[in-house]
Nanobody, 131 residues
Framework: QLQLVESGGGLVQPGGSLRLSCAAS????????IGWFRQAPGKEREGVSC????????YYADSVKGRFTIARDNAKNTVYLQMNNLKPEDTSIYYC????????????????????????WGQGTQVTVSS
């Protein structure tokens, strides 16, 4: 049984917008840091954004700051990633992940992303930005 289920990917033109959704159990939403990663063919996994379970603090990779927004809807048990002003370099498979031990301050750090075994992963959703 999948603990995290992503949706919302697709094809969009440069400058366009998409909203990704990550549906999770209420337990995960309440006690786990949840975030988004992406991985393009031939490239390493990259942390994009995350949100804390206790205070809702948010963090973003420099490459998406000012364009992406992460938010949590407790009523729907869902974490969203609103992506605006999309660029061709945003093309990737996007994955939702959750971890109870990690805080938002290091959840998407490159070193942690490359070494830590995150508790849960979603199945991924393709985002393609092309004209």
């Amino acid at each position: 049984q999948l603990q995290l289920v992503e949706s919302g990917g697709g094809l969009v033109q440069p400058g366009g917008s998409l909203r990704l959704s990550c549906a999770a159990s209420r337990f995960i939403l309440d006690y786990y840091t949840i975030g988004w990663f992406r991985q393009a063919p031939g490239k390493e996994r990259e942390g994009v954004s995350c949100i804390g379970s206790s205070d809702g603090s948010t963090y973003y990779a420099d490459s998406v700051k000012g364009r992406f927004t992460i938010a949590r809807d407790n009523a729907k048990n869902t974490v969203y990633l609103q992506m605006n002003n999309l660029k061709p370099e945003d093309t990737s498979i996007y994955y939702c992940a959750a971890d109870r031990a990690l805080s938002p301050t290091n959840f998407i750090s490159p070193w942690v992303a490359g070494t830590h075994e995150y508790d849960y992963w979603g199945q991924g959703t393709q985002v393609t930005v092309s004209s």
